[in-house]
């Protein structure tokens, strides 16, 4: 199981930014919202280990004027990880073991792709960055009705964790993410296949399009854009097979 030694010694990049969205309860569960609720297509944004960082919340604003209607759950809740347990890999451990794994989150997921089914969405992708990327491929597994995932410098992807996705799947790793071409080959028999796809950012590190980009940097805000119209593109074509 792969996580990189970035996630567990460098802290996150302070940012500011101002939402253009809003805040709202779904399921009991705290959500950043953002985008049209007459969009008939809609994205599920699963935060990295940072939790509610400005910059996710920011891509969630670009995602929703691209046309999405864009779910952002606090799935860590008071649970969220802090910097120092971050650093102290017992609790780390520990972490993904309770707040941090797929039976912790995957109600929730369950909660909101509900709701958007409820609410007149009629296709949902879902995005992951580092851990958030293992929680897509587990949903993108078990959870019946989504049309595609994304992945962007995942983290503890294992060995046949991609073989068993059930939808479309895109594979965005940083140079510091392991080379997943044998991995990413186990999707060549799925009848979704032409669909997927996979583009390294050697040039960005671990957590650049996350919590621990400094898109004030000239270098970096490039590459995010690189990767969000990837990411626009890939929810464009699975979505539309699925309306």
């Not at 995602?63 to 649970?79: E, I, K, M, R």
């Not at 910097?83 to 890999?89: F, H, I, K, T």
């Not at 046949?160 to 990413?184: H, I, N, Q, Y």
């Not at 590459?223 to 929810?235: Q, S």
Request: aromatic share 10%.
């Amino acid at each position: 199981m792969s996580f990189p030694a970035a996630c567990c010694n460098t802290p996150p990049v302070q940012a500011s930014y101002t939402p253009v969205g809003a805040k709202q309860a779904i399921g009991g569960i705290e959500c950043y919202v953002s985008g049209s609720k007459d969009a008939k297509r809609g994205v599920i944004v699963n935060y990295d280990i940072f939790g509610m960082h400005a910059n996710v919340v920011q891509l969630c604003d670009v995602l929703a004027a691209a046309g999405y209607y864009v779910v952002l759950p606090d799935l860590f809740g008071s649970d969220a990880l802090t910097e120092a347990g971050l650093g102290n890999a017992g609790v780390f451990a520990a972490f993904i073991k309770g707040p941090g794994s797929w039976a912790a989150v995957k109600d929730k997921y369950v909660a909101v792709q509900g709701y958007l089914r409820d609410s007149g969405i009629e296709a949902v992708a879902v995005v992951g960055f580092c851990w958030g990327g293992k929680m897509v491929v587990r949903a993108l597994a078990e959870l019946d009705g989504l049309a595609g995932g994304a992945i962007v410098h995942p983290a503890l992807i294992k060995d046949g964790d991609m073989a068993t996705v059930r939808a479309p799947l895109l594979v965005l790793p940083s140079k510091d993410e392991p080379d997943f071409t044998v991995e990413f080959a186990t999707l060549g028999g799925k009848p979704f296949f032409k669909q997927c796809g996979m583009v390294r950012f050697d040039d960005m590190h671990h957590g650049f399009c996350g919590a621990r980009g400094d898109w004030s940097k000239p270098e970096q805000a490039k590459r995010v854009n690189d990767a969000v119209k990837l990411l626009v593109g890939f929810f464009n074509t699975t979505t539309a097979s699925r309306q």
